[in-house]
T-cell receptor, first 115, second 112 residues
């Protein structure tokens, strides 16, 4: 099992550019999520999905779009990058039990810099 | 408004001694708590969890204690080892919401 994989590992964007951060998992987890980690802020939830075709917003969704067409993949799109989106982005997945999730498995992260 | 707080940004402990990492929360509706460990340039990895129906959970060298009345949880590592040096995050969630709120992390350094 590869677990949760993320690409790219590093990315530099100019303000206004768009890009997609890729995330895939091979554990057949229903639940997937995206977090950003900023200094002194911990991990903050951006968007999450409880299954293919179902997504919802987390704490800091503005400026980001997601979709979930398959169980395995959960890409995060930045439509018009801003310097405030400079951060480390983590994708995670988990089994869900009814409306509960337990421990999440995290990918290695994507370090994004917007100039 | 930070609902989950880790007030100690860093902690240094001698190898073999006990490490105690603390976490406070403000939302009394939280009923499930987790600890994650994170090494540099890697994603967080799950360490241990506890639900609100318990006040203690053990897994090897790691024990989590929950004090619901104080809205406080702590992670004890005994004995501490140099490989435990990492950033530790606590997270809290409420059943049925699919969301966890993470603390800001505590950097633990175990000195050999």
């Amino acid at each position: 099992n590869a677990g949760v994989t993320q690409t790219p590992k590093f990315q530099v964007l100019k303000t206004g550019q768009s890009m997609t951060l890729q995330c895939a998992q091979d554990m057949n987890h229903e639940y997937m999520s995206w977090y950003r980690q900023d200094p002194g802020m911990g991990l903050r939830l951006i968007h999450y999905s409880v299954g293919a075709g179902i997504t919802d917003q987390g704490e800091v969704p503005n400026g980001y779009n997601v979709s979930r067409s398959t169980t395995e993949d959960f890409p995060l799109r930045l439509l018009s990058a801003a310097p405030s989106q400079t951060s480390v982005y983590f994708c995670a997945s988990s089994y869900s039990f009814g409306q509960d999730i337990l421990e999440q498995y995290f990918g290695p992260g994507t370090r994004l810099t917007v100039t | 408004d930070q609902q989950v707080k880790q007030n100690s940004p860093s902690l240094s402990v001698q190898e073999g001694r006990i490490s105690i990492l603390n976490c406070d929360y403000t939302n009394s509706m939280f009923d499930y708590f987790l600890w994650y460990k994170k090494y540099p340039a890697e994603g967080p990895t799950f360490l241990i969890s506890i639900s609100s129906i318990k006040d203690k959970n053990e897994d090897g060298r790691f024990t989590v204690f929950l004090n619901k009345s104080a809205k406080h949880l702590s992670l004890h590592i005994v004995p501490s080892q140099p490989g435990d040096s990492a950033v530790y995050f606590c997270a809290a969630g409420r059943s049925g919401t699919y969301k966890y709120i993470f603390g800001t992390g505590t950097r633990l350094k175990v000195l050999a």
